[in-house]
């Protein structure tokens, strides 16, 4: 649990009720872990008053830290750089200061420095600080680091009882990457089919499930079928892996991606990215922070990119960020965040499905793949999105034990789509291609309480974690839906179609209005230093409205679920933990669609279970986390009967297999990793209706995905570091069928990283080349999805920092 500052305010009953009913939300404090005294850390803190100053060093040495906002008024720390230990850290912070610090129980306590017995001297030790370039960080760092674990509260990773990884925006940057495969292309369990520069349509895969569930900032956010969230605001991106129903409520059981967006820093910085990828997308993004006067502090980001990427597509986009943190009183903390995005993609290169494809006629394989993208662009087809996203709230720390997390906030997905996509139909390389015209409006609205504390009842310590919240989401489409063969062609030859005919954008009335309304509660206990045990329950009411305007017919829909979730972890020391849990998905009943013979009927809510023991472990020279999971999802399936399509839950999809990432420190200027996912699916208890699908592997599920990669530090080139990985992407079913297996294939990516510095500005060079050796793929996705693999291509990035 945060150690939390002690009570300096206090509202009265009322205002706090008011807060509560007016300001519902959620935000979750890191959690604060002791550091050895003894153990050098790197601290990098500039001159700044002394209560932001001690709070950086706890920030940076993950250090719970108390004292009165009274005692350290009106005093100035000196800078303070290098690598030392906490406790040289703290005595150079508080050297004439009048105060000292104490360790107590693994915390550190500052006080007003006892006085000196009459006539005493004293003499300073002498401190030598030597500074020296690190070994490349570890790819797993992120384990011991703190994450809002959503119903849970803000936890170690160590602490979750789950699998989940945490990128961060330093190893974003140093990747270049723009979309969700690049940033996680470490991780095996994690895949997505879309390349860079390419409208993200099917969206992501976590260990064989399609994820539709993402979140900023806590806030929902409909993503797929509609491009990535920028990362030029992000300032982490977390994968939860599994099943969210606890977490999140309602929603697909593949897992959640959690983005956080980037927030004030302790001290005034600003970064300048020019960046240019072939053969002519340049960007520039300024990313500053301000620390201003009264407890105030910013951050802006502002970034565009624009021009023509690797695949022919015209790219065009406009990002700009803000975010604010006001210290309203030592206990209490205002925040808010302003998040936009014009997106614009002309040109890209067709979508492809495999539903009509000939497979017998064609012996099972796939047309080559070529990477002459001009064949397969219509030129002036686009996908334009708008994302816009707004949220504040309040965080009061209502003593050292007690935190209480109120947050409010909105974000729209807007989609305007001229874009092409194509059935191939056999070996040949003919397809068949439509045109695709819509627009839609994606709001969803979000409003949390959440309470966060800690006591002890004997031996036995308790935390706590209880909130109350409402998501609402409202889609509103264009009165113009077109679907049309328009078009044919062939992968190898020019494709000459253009869109001429006159596209209507015009917003038709509201089209679905989905509200969740939930309450949940979890208590960590812990058994004394190595066990705990984490039980916790959401109790989510799930409406549908009635839209269609038939008075005749009830379209709404209502569900009510609780969702738990068990765990039990083991701690055989700080560093390491065993655990094994069990948690529930929920997925909302749907009312079957007017293009069935059963429309009309209402199929009912569905929960999925998972099942996972595992293992993590942050060393600083071995890393790792392993997990061995089951995953039982219920199915949705067509099936025919006298020749009329029937929509039905028939059917249980299981996924288990065996996951492992693991990080080796292997000599202080290199460090390896390794990663593997072994997934056995299945497809379980259909009806006679659909017998002959029992026992196959589930679409797009391969076997196995593997990837290996390093960080070397070259010597004697000061701040010169490389990075490269390998992955392997293995062979799956495009459909349930199992009668066309998409080949697998191996992609090895290389980069590099160079801090120099000018007259004493510093500067770095990044550089990335992706797909090295310019393998020919095709990458399978959601429903019989198939796309272009991505061509070699290259980025670099100089930055500046001042």
Not at 92 to 108: D, K, M, W, Y
Not at 522 to 537: E, R
Not at 638 to 664: C, H, M, N, P
């Amino acid at each position: 649990m945060p150690s939390f500052p002690r009570k300096r305010w206090a509202p009265a009953p009322l205002a706090l009720a008011a807060s509560l009913a007016l300001t519902l939300a959620a935000g979750h404090a890191p959690l604060a872990h002791a550091q050895d005294a003894a153990a050098p850390v790197s601290v990098q803190i500039p001159a700044l008053p002394l209560g932001q100053a001690l709070n950086e060093l706890a920030r940076q040495a993950r250090l719970p830290l108390t004292f009165p906002a009274p005692l350290v008024a009106g005093k100035t720390a000196p800078a303070v750089t290098g690598a030392m230990t906490v406790r040289q850290a703290l005595d150079r912070l508080l050297a004439g200061s009048g105060l000292a610090a104490a360790f107590e129980g693994g915390a550190v306590v500052v006080r007003p420095a006892p006085p000196r017995a009459p006539g005493a001297e004293t003499t300073l030790k002498t401190v030598t600080v030597t500074a020296s370039a690190a070994a490349p960080e570890s790819p797993l760092r992120y384990l011991s680091a703190d994450v809002a674990a959503g119903a849970l509260g803000s936890k170690s990773v160590l602490d979750t009882p789950f699998s989940l990884t945490v990128v961060d925006s330093e190893s974003i940057t140093e990747r270049g990457a723009r979309s969700i495969g690049q940033i996680f292309v470490n991780d095996p369990s994690v895949y997505t089919p879309t390349s860079a520069a390419t409208t993200d349509w099917w969206g992501t895969q976590i260990r064989g499930l399609g994820v539709r569930n993402s979140y900023i900032d806590d806030i929902p956010m409909l993503l797929y079928w509609g491009g990535d969230f920028p990362t030029e605001v992000v300032e982490s991106v977390t994968a939860l892996k599994g099943l969210t129903g606890f977490m999140y409520g309602f929603g697909e059981p593949g897992g959640a991606l959690s983005y956080q967006l980037k927030r004030p820093k302790a001290h005034n910085e600003t970064t300048v990215d020019l960046g240019l990828r072939n053969p002519g997308l340049w960007s520039v993004h300024v990313d500053t922070s301000r620390v201003l006067d009264d407890g105030l502090a910013l951050r802006a980001n502002i970034a565009k990119e624009d021009g023509k990427a690797y695949n022919g597509a015209r790219i065009d986009r406009t990002v700009a960020s803000l975010a604010v943190d006001k210290v309203i009183d030592p206990s209490l903390k205002w925040f808010g965040t302003l998040t936009y995005e014009d997106s614009r993609n002309r040109g890209e290169p067709l979508q492809f499905y495999l539903s009509a494809y000939d497979t017998a006629g064609s012996g099972g394989r796939l047309p080559r793949m070529t990477y002459v993208y001009d064949d397969v662009n219509v030129d002036n087809g686009f996908y334009n999105t708008k994302t816009s996203q707004a949220s504040t709230g309040l965080r009061w720390d209502i003593d050292g034990r007690w935190r209480l997390t109120t947050q409010i906030g909105a974000s729209r997905r807007e989609h305007y789509a001229n874009k092409a996509f194509a059935d191939l139909l056999n070996l040949e390389g003919d397809y068949a291609g439509n045109s695709y015209n819509f627009a839609g409006k994606l709001d969803n609205l979000f409003t949390q309480a959440v309470v966060e504390g800690r006591f002890e009842s004997g031996a036995v310590r308790h935390e706590l974690v209880g909130g109350v919240g409402i998501q609402q989401a409202k889609d509103t489409w264009s009165n113009d839906w077109y679907w049309v063969n328009d078009f044919n062609g062939n992968l190898y030859q020019r494709q000459p179609f253009r869109t001429t005919r006159a596209i209507d954008f015009s917003m038709g009335p509201l089209g679905a209005d989905t509200r969740q309304t939930y309450a949940f509660a979890s208590d960590t206990v812990h058994f004394g230093p190595h066990w705990q045990a984490i039980v916790g329950l959401r109790y989510t009411d799930y409406r549908v409205k009635d839209l269609d305007g038939d008075p005749s017919v009830d379209s709404g829909y209502d569900a009510q679920k609780a969702s738990p979730t068990l765990a039990l972890i083991y701690k055989p020391d700080p560093q390491t933990s065993y655990y094994g849990s069990y948690v529930e998905g929920l997925e909302a009943g749907t009312r079957v669609a007017q293009t069935y013979a059963n429309a009309g009927e209402m199929l009912g809510a569905t929960v999925s279970r998972q099942y996972e023991v595992g293992v993590k472990r942050e060393s600083g020279g071995v890393d790792y986390t392993a997990a061995l999971f089951r995953i039982e999802r219920a199915n949705q399936m067509d099936i025919w009967r006298d020749g009329a399509r029937y929509l039905t839950q028939d059917g249980l999809l299981v996924y288990q297999g065996a996951e492992f990432s693991g990080a080796w420190q292997a000599t202080r200027n290199l460090n390896l990793g390794f990663g593997a996912i072994y997934l056995d699916g299945a497809i379980d208890k259909v009806s006679a209706d659909n017998a002959a699908l029992q026992g196959n592997t589930p679409a797009n599920a391969a076997k196995w995905q593997v990837v290996a990669n390093t960080q070397y530090r070259v010597p004697g080139m000061a701040g010169l570091k490389l990075h490269g990985n390998v992955r392997y992407y293995g062979a799956l079913y495009a459909s349930d069928a199992n009668d066309l297996k998409v080949p697998a294939h191996t992609v090895a990516n290389a980069g590099f990283s160079y801090d120099f510095r000018v007259q004493a500005q510093p500067w770095t060079l990044i550089g990335n080349i992706y797909n090295l050796f310019n393998t020919r793929y095709w990458a399978a996705g959601g429903w019989s999805s198939a796309n272009q693999g991505e061509a070699r291509n290259v980025s670099l990035v100089l930055r500046t920092r001042f």
